[in-house]
């Protein structure tokens, strides 16, 4: 079983809290609540792992989850693992496990989801190298899906993030994008760099290589427009 805190059921009064803390944690239970009641990840608690098929997934680590509920429900929660089976021959092993929490009214919900995790084997593949690990990854992995079914990360599990998890740019978009990169008067380690720059766009600050086909073509717009207006100023002069 993960390590949830969970045996803190007690909820925490304000009396409890010291008065120096008081109003820093009232501000983020209150980002919590507003974040889960909005469907709403900050964007700086949302990491990033490649795929197969050159695909870039977006994930949430499951402390944020602990945080969030710890945060929404005052510690008045609890996770469990109901099953758990270990697959030698596909080298997985699943789990089902149950999300209890407690709202502050005292009506009590629970969500019941499955997770998963790969066996991890040593470089002949003959020897698990840790499999206590691995069930602890299956069991993070089932406590943040049961509280996806409660609202939590909403936006970045449900899919209304796609875009941002298709797959890495073609080679004739990067072509394309280094093209107008040249023509806006820039190199291709210039083009890297004004890349890594454009927040609004490739917020991961990576290189076009690294992004995602959906950050490489808008980038293209704007080097068309950086490029214009280079070439307007050059007429000008």
């Not at 944020?64 to 099953?83: A, C, G, S």
């Not at 073509?217 to 307007?232: D, F, H, R, T």
């Amino acid at each position: 079983m993960a390590e949830t805190g969970a045996e803190v059921t007690k909820l925490v009064s304000r009396e409890e809290i010291p008065e120096d803390l008081l109003e820093a944690y009232l501000e983020q239970r209150k980002l919590a609540i507003r974040g889960l009641v909005m469907g709403e990840t900050p964007e700086d608690v949302i990491a990033t792992r490649p795929g197969r098929g050159r695909q870039t997934f977006r994930y949430v680590p499951v402390a944020w989850f602990i945080q969030q509920l710890n945060l929404v429900f005052m510690h008045r929660w609890d996770f469990e693992i109901m099953e758990h089976a270990v697959l030698d021959k596909i080298k997985e092993i699943w789990v089902k496990g149950k999300l209890t929490v407690t709202g502050a009214d005292g009506v009590v919900i629970t969500k019941t989801q499955f997770g998963g995790s790969a066996i991890k084997y040593n470089q002949e593949g003959t020897k698990i190298i840790d499999l206590a690990d691995d069930l602890k990854s299956a069991s993070s992995d089932c406590l943040k899906k049961c509280a996806t079914l409660l609202g939590f990360a909403w936006d970045v599990y449900s899919g209304s993030r796609e875009k941002l998890t298709e797959a890495g740019p073609s080679t004739s978009q990067l072509l394309a994008f280094y093209k107008r990169g040249e023509q806006a008067g820039l190199s291709k380690d210039a083009s890297d760099d004004w890349f890594t720059k454009q927040t609004n766009i490739n917020k991961r600050g990576i290189k076009p290589e690294e992004a995602v086909a959906a950050e490489i073509m808008g980038a293209i717009p704007l080097l068309i427009k950086l490029a214009k207006e280079k070439n307007g100023n050059s007429g000008a002069n």
